[in-house]
């Protein structure tokens, strides 16, 4: 590249036209006034008070002081690559999604992984879920599969969502511990809501210290629907399975990475992009119709669940590569906004609480996180297909209606108009009940899949989840919280409860929990309302 091609600015507006006389562009202000001298401020004489006519420095001084935006309420450290999705088949039997409609389509990609709980700063290595948000821009607007590394979720509905991210995060008086879950605040939480169960024993799996990005699988978690041009409905669970495979590191290898280089896993992905080494994944479905639902002993909107893969094996139907780095941080990977409520028409929701909690949750954090309701004018986030309406004004708008006609229908046969053909419609599904606060009796077995992903776990790796339980609740300085944690362990596993309890001093074991632990006001106070020092 020349000079003169040289771009120094992506966005509107950052042409550079002015040469000096030392061959470089000259340097300008927002405003584009060319500037003589970058290194001092306008001073009265050398040795005096600086002059508010220093329109440069208060300029160059003002952007600066406004560099930052929020974080992420959770997921703040991340790391995100651009790619394709290829599909292999058509799947307009299950589904009028125009993205597995032909095979060989490629549709643009770009996917942030990222921790949860620690802060944007934080190291890559911590004992953590992985999020896997993949954003899809197909021809009928942008699709975003917001998933994670590991199949299920910590609570049943999204209500609980506030209090499992207090309690991991940093505690309100001490502000630590900063990015893991030994503490007594979470573990608290966790030994009071049995329905998480499942999900720490994932957690305290090796799958939450994965080796890098490009070696974790991905799952939408959830239970979703895909609907065809008939209006009929197939229920779908979505899986990313890494073409390299599945691999962690120990946890000693962890602590020692996170000291020596806390960018490990950012700097693997940029090093294998930027070498020509593009990671991939398939994407997988699980599909089954209500019959099958019925089979199982577990609820399929429950996002506390799997459908095993020995039950319900997964199809392969496309193939993701990530074959490019963001040219700018902040602009993509930073500006991206997942939102689960993003499906294009042939996707729906099930009812699963999580998901509906989610579709209100993400919109809403957005309109803080990038400061108004135009988040979707910044190219990281505009659809790639065409698309057209009569929103708005507000803070930053780049896009207005253009002429005379801001609203529809009007009389000068000027569009966009809806398309019930084309548009996207929600499956008719007939929905009745009384309007209850009350958790279904199909959500209540919170031990037999913990149980299940215990037993299928090798040996060393079964020794890899007593090893982080111990080494998680011999932080915890509330006995109670210990004891009602190895009292759920009993009902997961004997001889796992056991290990953990000898290591952590027990003198006897305690009685198995109860599963239907109060969670509800208007029942008896838990026992760790008792506990109020520690
Ligand atoms: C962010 C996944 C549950 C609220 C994220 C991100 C992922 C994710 C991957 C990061 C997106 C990115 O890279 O920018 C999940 C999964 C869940 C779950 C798989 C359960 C199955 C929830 C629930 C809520 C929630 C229940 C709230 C009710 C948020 C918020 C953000 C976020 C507010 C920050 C979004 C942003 O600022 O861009 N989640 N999440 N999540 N999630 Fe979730």
């Not at 290898?253 to 490990?264: H, L, M, R, S, Y």
């Not at 490019?324 to 930073?334: C, G, H, K, Q, Y």
């Amino acid at each position: 590249a020349t000079i003169h091609d040289q771009k120094l600015h992506r966005g509107a507006g950052g042409e550079l036209h002015q040469f000096a006389e030392h061959g470089m562009p000259v340097l300008t202000t927002a405003q584009g006034g060319p500037v003589s001298d970058d290194q001092n401020t306008l001073r009265l004489g050398a040795r005096g008070p600086a002059l508010i006519d220093d329109f440069h420095f208060r300029e160059k001084i003002f952007h600066f002081d406004h560099e930052r935006i929020p974080e992420r309420v959770v997921h703040a450290r991340g790391y995100g690559a651009h790619g394709y999705f290829e599909t292999y088949e058509s799947l307009a039997a299950y589904t009028r999604a125009d993205l597995f409609q032909r095979p060989g389509e490629k549709t643009p990609a770009f996917v942030r992984f990222s921790t949860v709980a620690g802060s944007k700063g934080s190291f890559d290595l911590a004992r953590d879920v992985r999020g896997f948000a993949v954003k899809l821009y197909t021809q009928q607007g942008n699709w975003d599969l917001v998933g994670n590394n590991i199949p299920v979720f910590f609570i049943q509905d999204a209500i609980k969502f506030p209090d499992i991210i207090h309690s991991v995060k940093p505690e309100p008086d001490r502000q630590f511990p900063q990015a893991q879950s030994a503490h007594d605040n979470f573990w608290d939480f966790i030994s009071l809501t049995p329905e998480s169960m499942h999900m720490i024993m994932w957690v305290m799996s090796d799958r939450a210290i994965p080796r890098s990005f490009r070696f974790m699988e991905g799952f939408g978690v959830h239970t979703f629907r895909f609907v065809n041009a008939a209006d009929e409905s197939t229920f779908v669970k979505f899986h990313w399975k890494p073409k390299l495979g599945l691999q962690s590191v120990a946890w000693n290898e962890a602590v020692k990475i996170n000291g020596a280089d806390p960018d490990f896993h950012r700097r693997d992905l940029w090093q294998s992009i930027q070498s020509g080494n593009f990671p991939e994944w398939e994407l997988c479905v699980q599909l089954f119709d209500q019959d099958f639902a019925d089979t199982f002993d577990f609820d399929i909107l429950d996002p506390t669940k799997i459908i095993p893969e020995e039950i319900l094996p997964v199809k392969p139907i496309g193939r993701l590569v990530l074959d490019r780095m963001p040219e700018n941080f902040f602009a993509e990977t930073e500006q991206v906004a997942f939102m689960t409520q993003n499906v294009p028409p042939g996707i729906d929701f099930s009812n699963d609480p999580l998901l509906q909690g989610r579709n209100f949750s993400y919109l809403d954090t957005q309109l803080k996180r990038l400061g108004g309701p135009n988040f979707t004018h910044l190219p990281i986030n505009a659809p790639k297909c065409p698309f057209h309406n009569f929103q708005q004004d507000g803070h930053m708008a780049m896009r207005n209606p253009v002429g005379r006609v801001n609203y529809q229908p009007n009389s000068w046969n000027q569009g966009p108009r809806e398309s019930p053909v084309q548009g996207y419609r929600h499956l008719p599904a007939e929905e009745q009940g009384a309007k209850v606060r009350l958790r279904p009796e199909s959500f209540a077995d919170h031990y037999s899949q913990a149980r299940q992903f215990f037993i299928s776990q090798t040996p060393p790796e079964q020794r890899h989840i007593a090893a982080a339980l111990i080494f998680e609740l011999s932080k915890v300085e509330t006995p109670v919280i210990r004891e009602r944690m190895v009292s759920h362990l009993m009902n997961i596993d004997e001889t796992l409860a056991s290990k953990v309890g000898h290591a952590l001093g027990f003198k006897s074991m305690p009685k198995p929990a109860d599963a239907a632990m109060p969670t509800r006001q208007d029942l008896e106070p838990s026992p760790a309302l008792s506990i109020i020092e520690r």
